[in-house]
């Protein structure tokens, strides 16, 4: 990789074929079957070496299974490992066997470094005898290579990242242009492909460094972390599309990307396909619009398309104090929740009283009674087609 120097597309190519063809060569070296991480522990490569049934079921323990049936292991499996030095090992780390953490047989770690930086790790399952230093030391001399190519694409990555926040963020049209030219640049022939954006938030971690690796999410192209509101984070990434009418790589990177972001609440929106760049930011105000549906509305998410959130299509294009209409402001303090809660369902259930007793489990007359205070509250008449649009548009507004 060169010093002071942008990695451009015309430089830059996809490394997996690289990475398989390094694994095995170490595979070949030590005799033994073996597996590239990247430092998130996310699969990137394994080395299927077969001599005389080494990759028997005894082989795969809890831990080395899910690695590489789901590409990735446990957070508490990371903190298990690296509590063996791994991240400040230079040289080969073995780790005995421990059953009760799904580890039935030891291990041996090879550090991927690449100017003193650790960005992966090689791993075999220990044998006795295992190999010998000498075949170790030849091993090493592979993880550099390794390491010069998880730099390389380390470096792409940033340089995507940094040039598709610029065309999110870009406040004038002569910028965003710019932005968008830097990232056609990129991408190359990729930019002109068909393809979504998708907003996750609130994101755990505003460090880039914490954001999961391009490679790690089927069909992504792009990502980076933007700030959300006043103290979050959400992230958004660029993902291509075989189909505008089949949107199932976009959902299920989405997946990935909740699950990452599992215990934070967090909720994904999905714009609508578009070909090429330059409407990038009204793709991503459609995810963001939608991620904040799903986060208003539980029965939209927690993935929602922004063709999917109806009414909020509008609701959230509209300014934030829209919801604070003065009619509605006394209805929406929080002694009268529940006399809210009852106004939305029965307008969510196009004012048919029945349905709305039934969907809140009240009798009738208890329902009336209500309404009858939400038109004390607001002034408003339930009977007027206009009084209930804003009524309606407000709750639902103060929900985002």
């Known amino acids: 990789m060169r010093e002071n120097a942008r990695v451009t597309t015309s430089e830059y190519k996809d490394h997996k074929g690289d990475y398989q063809e390094l694994v095995d060569e170490i595979s070949e070296l030590l005799g033994a079957p073996a597996t590239l991480e990247n430092r998130d522990f996310e699969l990137i490569a394994f080395g299927a070496y077969d001599s005389e049934g080494e990759l028997d079921a005894s082989a795969l323990d809890p831990v080395r299974t899910r690695s590489i049936l789901t590409r990735r292991s446990t957070a508490a499996v990371r903190t298990w490992f690296e509590g063996f030095g791994i991240t400040r090992a230079t040289s080969p780390v073995r780790i005995p066997p421990a059953p009760e953490a799904g580890v039935y047989r030891g291990r041996i770690c090879l550090p991927v470094r690449h100017r003193g930086v650790v960005l992966g790790y090689v791993w075999l399952l220990d044998d006795d005898p295992g190999p010998t230093d000498r075949q170790l030391t030849a091993a090493m001399e592979v993880t550099t290579r390794i390491g010069a190519l998880l730099a390389d694409e380390a470096q792409h990555g940033a340089d995507l990242s940094r040039e598709l926040r610029a065309v999110l963020t870009a406040e004038r049209d002569w910028q965003r242009d710019m932005a968008v030219a830097e990232l056609r640049t990129a991408l190359g022939p990729r930019a002109d492909t068909l393809h979504t954006v998708i907003c996750v938030t609130p994101w755990p971690s505003a460090d880039p460094d914490d954001a999961p690796s391009v490679r790690t999410v089927p069909g992504a192209t792009a990502l980076c972390t933007l700030p959300w509101g006043t103290t979050a984070t959400a992230l958004a990434l660029l993902v291509r599309l075989r189909s505008a009418d089949v949107m199932t790589p976009a959902t299920s990177a989405a997946g990935r990307l909740l699950e990452r972001a599992r215990g934070t609440g967090a909720a994904a929106g999905i714009a609508a396909a578009r070909a090429g760049l330059v409407d990038l930011g ?68 196009a004012g048919q009283a029945g349905r709305t007793a039934a969907e809140l489990g009240i009798h009738r007359q208890t329902l009336y009674y209500r309404l009858s205070r939400v038109e004390q509250l607001t002034g408003l008449d339930l009977d007027d087609g206009e009084d209930r649009l804003l009524l309606h548009m407000a709750l639902k507004g103060a929900r985002l």
Request: aromatic share 6%; charged share 20%; proline share 10%.
């Open 282 to 349: 009204v793709a991503w105000r459609e995810a963001a619009a939608a991620a904040r549906a799903a986060l208003a509305e539980p029965h939209l998410g927690p993935i929602a398309e922004w063709s999917s959130i109806g009414p909020y299509r509008l609701l959230t294009s509209l300014p934030p104090e829209t919801a604070h209409d003065p009619a509605v402001r006394a209805l929406l303090s929080p002694t009268h929740h529940e006399l809210a809660r009852t106004a939305e369902v029965y307008l969510d259930c």
